[in-house]
C-alpha cells in the first residue's frame, strides 16, 4: 500500500493553469475510476474538490477539474488566484480494499 | 449543515489504549459509509480505516490491522475507533470523515476537526 506519488511542488502565475499528477498502478489509480482530490489550507481540514476522477461536488469552483489516463490522475486549476496557494493531495480506492493518499503537493502562486 | 465532532484523544503511554469517537449531525448517517484519516502535523494523510452503512464490511490499513478497530452505532449518529497497543508512529491527528455513498470504496466528503492522539512514555 505504497502512497501514490505527487510532485512536491509546483507553482504558477495568477490567472495561468496548472496540473498536479498523481501516479499509482493499476492496482489502485489505473484500476478504479474511484479517484479523489483535496485541498487543505494550513491549520485547516481538507476540502473535496474532485470525487470520482472528475466529478466536482456543488460549490466547488469550476476552475478545478479533474481527469485520469492509465495510472496516472490529474488536477488542473484555472485562473490561478492567490487563495489558492495552499496544499493538494489525491487519493484512489486501492485493489487491497483500501484507500491511499498521495504525498501531497505544494502549490505557489507566484 | 454537515457536523462531525471528533473528541477521545489525549496523551497514552506506549502499549496503551484510546477509544476515539465522532458525533455526527446534520446528515442520515445510517445512509453513508464513514471513514478515520490520520495526519501527523505538518505531513501526508493517511486512511485509517472505513466502514460501510451497515458495517458489514470493514476494512483497515495494513499498519493498524489487529490493533485498531473501528466500529459504529446508527442508532446514536456515531462512529468509533477502538485503538490499541498505540506505538509512538501512531501520533497523529485522526480525522472522522463522511463518506460520498453507503459503500466506502466511493470515496470520502466532509471531514470533522480532528482529535489529537500522542503516544509517548
Known amino acids: 500500500q505504497s502512497a501514490l506519488t505527487q510532485p512536491a511542488s509546483v507553482s504558477g502565475s495568477p490567472g495561468q493553469s496548472i496540473t498536479i499528477s498523481c501516479t499509482g498502478t493499476s492496482g489502485d489509480v489505473g484500476g478504479y475510476n474511484y479517484v479523489s482530490w483535496y485541498q487543505q489550507h494550513p491549520g485547516k481540514v481538507p476540502k473535496l474538490l474532485i470525487y470520482?476522477?472528475?466529478n466536482r461536488p456543488s460549490g466547488v469552483s469550476n476552475r478545478f477539474s479533474g481527469s485520469k489516463s492509465a495510472n496516472t490522475a490529474s488536477l488542473t486549476i484555472s485562473g490561478l488566484q492567490a487563495e489558492d496557494e495552499t496544499d493538494y493531495y489525491c487519493s484512489s480506492y486501492t485493489s487491497s480494499d483500501t484507500w491511499v493518499f498521495g504525498g501531497g503537493t505544494k502549490l505557489t502562486v507566484l | 449543515e454537515v457536523q462531525l465532532v471528533e473528541s477521545g484523544g489525549g496523551l497514552v503511554q506506549p502499549g496503551r489504549s484510546l477509544r476515539l469517537s465522532c458525533a455526527a449531525s446534520?446528515?442520515?448517517?445510517?445512509?453513508?459509509?464513514m471513514h478515520w484519516v490520520r495526519q501527523v502535523p505538518g505531513k501526508g494523510l493517511e486512511w485509517v480505516s472505513g466502514?460501510?452503512?451497515?458495517?458489514?464490511?470493514?476494512a483497515s490499513v495494513d499498519s493498524v490491522k489487529g490493533r485498531f478497530t473501528i466500529s459504529r452505532d446508527n442508532a446514536k449518529n456515531s462512529l468509533y475507533l477502538q485503538v490499541n497497543s498505540l506505538r509512538p508512529e501512531d501520533t497523529a491527528f485522526y480525522y472522522c470523515?463522511?463518506?460520498?455513498?453507503?459503500?466506502?470504496?466511493?470515496?470520502?466528503?466532509?471531514w470533522g476537526q480532528g482529535t489529537t492522539v500522542t503516544v509517548s512514555s
Open positions: 470520482d476522477v472528475d
Open positions: 446534520g446528515f442520515t448517517f445510517n445512509d453513508y459509509a
Open positions: 470523515v463522511k463518506g460520498i455513498s453507503g459503500y466506502y470504496y466511493y470515496g470520502m466528503d466532509v
Open positions: 466502514i460501510n452503512w451497515n458495517s458489514r464490511n470493514i
